[in-house]
Every structure is written in C-alpha cells, then in structure tokens.
C-alpha cells in the first residue's frame, strides 16, 4: 500500500486532528495505558507568533536540572527548513521550563541541509546528541554526533557523519544492550523506499557503527514520512516495547512487545495511545510519556502505568544510559 504521508499529515493538520483514536488493545492485551496529556512547555515564549515542538528528548543533568531539546519551527509547518533545535530547562520534569539559545543550527559546510529529531545521552561526564542531518538527497540521509560537557555549547564529531542511510533516516534512539551500543533509527526496506521500517545498528564506541538491520517491518509502504518514525525501545520487566507512530492519525502511538529488543511483530500490538512523537521518561514520581508536533501548541506529558511490576533490569529513561 503506498502512502503519502506528507499528504495525510498536512490533511489532519488542516482538518484540525490533534489526538487520535482511543487505544485499540483490548484490557487483556495492555501491558501499558496512557493517562490524560497536560501542557508543560510552550516554544512560543518570546516570540512573535506561535511556534512549535516536534520530535524531542529529555535527558536530566548531573546536578539535576532537566534539559529538552527538539526540532522547532514557526507555525505552520515546515519541515525542510527546521534547521535549529529547541533547548529549554526546568528544575522538575513538570516544570517551570524556561527556554533557552538555540542548542545547535544546521551547517551546510558539514554537510547538513536540515535539524531532525535529536537524542542525547550521557556518558561519564560527556553528553552525546545523535540527530538526523539530512543531506542532497534523501537516500543517503545523514545521522550526526554532537558531544557537550554541559548541554549548552556543542561540538560536532571531527569525523564527520557517522552513516548515511533512506529513505530520510532520521529520528535516533540510543540504548546500550548486553554490553554494547544500540542505535534505533526510522528508515525503509531500501534506502530508495519500501516498507516502513525501523532499523538499527550495533557499536563498541558510538563512532563506528555496523551495517543496518530490522527490527520491525510495517505493512504500510512509501516513502516520505510513515508509520515507524520516532521509534522508542525500552525494557520493562521481561519484555521489551517499541514505541512508534504516527498511526490512526498524526498524534497517534502504537506500542508493540518482544522477548527480544531487535524483533518485533505487528502481531504484538499491545496498545495505541493518542501522541505524536512520543517519548518515555521517568522521574522519582513514575513514568510518562510525551506529545508534541506540527500544530500541537507545545510539549505534553502523560503519566503511564504498567499492567505489571518492572524489575532492576528496567531500562533507564531521562539519565544516562551508560559509563
């Protein structure tokens, strides 16, 4: 089935679509349910119109400051020139958030075209931003390291990218699992297009990464946007879940479950939840998960609760993922 996505996404936009359907996993089915969103963080503070927040990430500092950074934009949308991205901080994941510089804008002498969807994480005292640069042509979109010492002033990697891939791969998401680095991206079955999917690659030094694999295959094919961007993987007691979207609609999350963190089935959908580009964090007073995009007037979270207990083993969300 091939599907315009840029198409469908501006059609919700203009109709007004902000959150999508109910979940579609029976009682039975949900490991996981997603409560009420509320407001945290407006990117239109300070300016003259209305800006917005896009794909985002969370990650809580040494001394305990939260940190936000996003791809950001004046309204309306206008994603071929979303060329800086969003920095704001709050001393509680809820706020007050106060925004801040630009944390990096686009350089074209690296080779970069436009800023998409960052990830950072830390390691020992060095923060690592991992972000889609785009490039010439869409079947070799770039995937970028930044490194930083206090989240405010960045330096990218002397090396250059770190791989290219299509179609648009974008949207990194870092984990390290069984002793080694795991880089999630959104990409397609080739480079060129194909099915949607989500991809990753395996690295000892988050410089060198191997080639791509799958770890989840839509039925939904194309191009431009899809259904498996923003992927999120997480562990929680014995299963892992992968987080995507957008589905039933711009603000729209599914949620499948694996035994393993590089297989997921579309058969294992355990719930659908109403967000667009959605993140999970957690701080001392439990787990949540974001919304924001194109039209959403800001930054939302929503707390989650879980079927079943986690365990020791449970993935770290908004602190550092290694040393």
Same mark, same amino acid.
């Given at each position: 089935?091939?599907?315009?996505? *840029?198409?469908?996404?501006?059609? /919700?936009?203009?109709? &007004?679509?902000?959150?999508?359907?109910?979940?579609?996993?029976?009682?039975?089915?949900?490991?996981?349910?997603?409560?009420?969103?509320? #407001?945290?963080?407006?990117?239109?503070?300070?300016?003259?119109?209305?800006?917005?927040?896009?794909?985002?990430?969370?990650?809580?500092?040494?001394?305990?400051?939260?940190?936000?950074?996003?791809?950001?934009?004046? +309204?309306?949308?206008?994603?071929?020139? %979303?060329?800086?991205? !969003?920095?704001?901080?709050? =001393?509680?994941?809820?706020?007050?958030?106060? #925004?801040?510089?630009?944390?990096?804008?686009?350089? =074209?002498?690296?080779? +970069?075209?436009?800023?998409?969807?960052?990830?950072?994480?830390?390691?020992?005292?060095?923060?690592?931003?991992?972000? /889609?640069?785009?490039? !010439?042509?869409?079947?070799?979109?770039?995937?970028?390291?930044?490194?930083? #010492?206090?989240?405010?002033?960045?330096?990218?990697?002397?090396?250059?990218?770190?791989?290219?891939?299509?179609?648009?791969?974008?949207?990194?998401?870092?984990?390290?699992?069984? @002793?080694?680095?795991?880089?999630?991206?959104?990409?397609?079955?080739?480079?060129?297009?194909?099915?949607?999917?989500?991809?990753?690659?395996?690295?000892?030094?988050?410089?060198?990464?191997?080639?791509?694999?799958?770890?989840?295959?839509? =039925? %939904?094919?194309?191009?431009?946007?899809?259904?498996? +961007?923003?992927?999120?993987?997480?562990?929680?007691?014995?299963?892992?879940?992968?987080?995507? &979207?957008? *589905?039933?609609?711009? !603000?729209?999350?599914?949620?499948?479950?694996?035994?393993?963190?590089?297989?997921?089935?579309?058969?294992?959908?355990?719930?659908?939840?109403?967000?667009?580009?959605?993140?999970?964090?957690?701080?001392?007073?439990?787990?949540?998960?974001?919304?924001?995009?194109?039209?959403? @007037?800001?930054?939302?979270?929503?707390?989650?609760?879980?079927?079943?207990?986690?365990?020791?083993?449970?993935?770290?969300?908004?602190?550092?993922?290694?040393?």
């Amino acid at each position: 089935m091939e599907v315009n996505r *840029r198409t469908a996404l501006a059609g /919700c936009l203009a109709l &007004g679509v902000t959150l999508g359907l109910a979940g579609t996993g029976s009682a039975a089915e949900a490991d996981l349910t997603v409560g009420t969103f509320a #407001k945290i963080y407006d990117p239109s503070v300070g300016e003259s119109g209305p800006w917005y927040l896009n794909d985002h990430t969370f990650i809580r500092d040494l001394d305990g400051t939260w940190h936000v950074f996003g791809i950001t934009h004046a +309204e309306p949308a206008d994603p071929d020139n %979303e060329i800086s991205f !969003a920095h704001a901080t709050a =001393p509680d994941l809820h706020g007050p958030w106060t #925004k801040q510089p630009f944390a990096l804008t686009v350089d =074209p002498a690296y080779g +970069e075209t436009h800023l998409w969807a960052p990830h950072v994480i830390r390691v020992g005292a060095t923060y690592h931003m991992f972000y /889609c640069g785009g490039g !010439a042509e869409s079947a070799v979109s770039a995937i970028n390291l930044a490194t930083s #010492k206090d989240l405010f002033h960045w330096t990218r990697d002397p090396g250059g990218t770190l791989f290219h891939d299509g179609y648009d791969a974008r949207d990194p998401y870092v984990i390290r699992i069984d @002793g080694r680095w795991v880089l999630f991206y959104t990409g397609n079955t080739e480079p060129s297009g194909g099915n949607h999917v989500v991809l990753y690659r395996t690295s000892h030094d988050l410089r060198h990464w191997s080639d791509r694999d799958i770890a989840y295959v839509s =039925p %939904e094919s194309g191009t431009w946007g899809g259904p498996t +961007e923003s992927p999120f993987v997480l562990r929680h007691g014995r299963y892992w879940y992968l987080f995507t &979207g957008p *589905r039933l609609g711009y !603000a729209g999350t599914d949620v499948h479950r694996s035994d393993s963190p590089f297989h997921f089935d579309n058969a294992d959908l355990v719930t659908h939840f109403p967000a667009h580009a959605a993140e999970v964090v957690r701080d001392h007073t439990g787990w949540y998960a974001s919304h924001a995009g194109w039209g959403q @007037g800001g930054l939302y979270l929503a707390p989650i609760t879980w079927a079943r207990p986690g365990g020791p083993a449970d993935t770290p969300a908004g602190d550092d993922v290694g040393t």
